[in-house]
């Protein structure tokens, strides 16, 4: 990047505000860091999908430019080639947009106008990117459900407390008091994009009994390790390994149940399998919190070769990376060993950024391609001793990038 691109670029970062949260559960982050879900579902009549999306906290999409309608938006629907709802209604005097807006850009097939005559009528996306007016939006169904997320929060936990870890990725949890089954626990999370206690070292647990204990719970509180039923074995609610296990002795008992809590009682917590359906206990939430305090340099790293244990991030992690291109070279200490990298996290805009691994210094051998948002760490091997992650984003705007660490 020559100079004055990179004064461009800073600038630019200054102007973004704090991150928050990622998308809520089944929300892809899409464009510019807004989230968006798309699914196949035919013959959604306009009120139907309506109440679709406002049960999941989020309304029919906004498009806002030519380039959002010609690329991204319809690379998000068209996964399947049919029309949608758009988030477009007329209030009488103008066209408004879900979120409040009111219309800038159209790409209406017809001469639409907006007045008291036309307030019942609705608007959809069609095949060919151009936007239909019908009459009325509850005799005629579209064969694609997209919702769009009301705005993420520019607060690093919500509702929730944070703990800070000194890791690289602080905590946020949230202990709710009110009895109820593992798995109505773990909807009440995934309602805050959370997901019942994930614990993967010994502070943690040991923070989430004492934080229970000094709310009088000593009867114990659910935590997130659940059976899976592909695999038949015990993970965590977030999909994640259990690489620390602090079980009691002869636990998970197959007998037992495929959900789990811990024993806040003992000074261990430890944690004991449990039916999912049929014990009401407290529980305590968890999700990452990425606190922007201390980001990492604008630009690419000027780090020319990664090696064992070293940390990988994109440009001004956890803040948006922006536009930017990057090569990382990853050389295993010992030559003779794969090369081995565990991305941690990521969040790219899924229209328009991907982060691609390669096998070896040169070559096009592809180990695997990211995009979207995955909270929860993704191990790749190589088959030699040497990774490449090429870092593209187009866009980069409100998202955090990617953070890995060579293992
Ligand atoms: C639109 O409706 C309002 C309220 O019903 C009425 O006052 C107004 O005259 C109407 N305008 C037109 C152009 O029909
Ligand atoms: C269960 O394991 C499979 C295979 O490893 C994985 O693809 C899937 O995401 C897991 N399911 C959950 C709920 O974690
Ligand atoms: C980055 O991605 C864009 C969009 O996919 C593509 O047009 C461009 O060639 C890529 N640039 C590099 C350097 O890989």
Redesign the pocket.
């Known amino acids: 990047m020559d100079d004055q691109k990179t004064m461009k670029f800073i600038a630019f970062l200054a102007l973004l505000p704090a991150l928050g949260l990622s998308c809520q559960i089944n929300y892809d982050v899409w464009l510019d860091g807004r989230c968006f879900r798309q699914n196949y579902q035919t013959s959604n009549t306009y009120s139907n999908t309506f109440d679709i999306c406002n049960k999941e906290n989020a309304h029919l999409p906004v498009i806002k430019s030519r380039d959002d309608n010609d690329q991204f938006i319809s690379s998000l629907a068209h996964q399947f080639g049919y029309a949608f709802w758009l988030g477009l209604i007329c209030d009488g005097k103008k066209f408004v947009w879900a979120d409040g807006s009111e219309l800038t850009y159209n790409n209406f097939a017809a001469d639409y106008t907006c007045s008291n005559a036309t307030v019942d009528r609705r608007y959809f996306y069609g095949n060919d990117q151009l936007w239909y007016e019908v009459l009325t939006g509850n005799y005629y169904g579209v064969n694609n459900v997209v919702c769009e997320a009301k705005e993420r929060s520019a607060s690093t936990c919500d509702s929730f407390d944070l703990l800070q870890t000194g890791q690289a990725t602080d905590i946020c949890y949230k202990l709710q008091q009110k009895t109820t089954t593992w798995q109505d626990a773990e909807s009440t999370c995934n309602k805050e994009a959370a997901h019942l206690a994930v614990i993967h070292d010994p502070k943690l647990n040991d923070f989430i009994r004492r934080t229970a204990v000094s709310a009088g719970i000593l009867g114990g509180v659910h935590i997130g390790i659940q059976n899976n039923f592909t695999t038949n074995t015990y993970k965590w609610a977030d999909g994640s390994e259990i690489d620390y296990d602090n079980f009691k002795p002869g636990f998970p008992n197959p007998k037992l149940g495929d959900c789990s809590m811990m024993d806040t009682n003992s000074v261990a917590g430890q944690w004991v399998n449990i039916g999912c359906q049929n014990t009401p206990l407290p529980f305590v939430c968890t999700k990452p919190a990425f606190v922007a305090s201390n980001p990492q340099p604008a630009g690419c790293p000027s780090k020319k070769q990664y090696t064992n244990g070293d940390e990988i991030f994109s440009p001004s992690f956890p803040q948006a990376p922006g536009a930017s291109?990057c090569d990382y070279l990853l050389m295993a200490s010992d030559t003779t060993k794969k090369a081995q990298v565990e991305i941690l996290f990521h969040e790219m805009n899924s229209c328009?950024d991907?982060l691609t691994v390669y096998d070896g210094t040169v070559g096009s051998n592809m180990l695997g391609s990211f995009t979207g948002y995955h909270p929860t760490p993704i191990n790749i091997i190589a088959n030699s001793n040497a990774i490449r992650l090429?870092w593209?984003a187009?866009s980069g705007v409100h998202v955090r990038g990617f953070h890995a660490r060579m293992l």
Do not use: F, L, M, R
Request: net charge neutral; hydrophobic share 15%.
């Open positions: 291109v328009c991907t090429h593209n187009t």
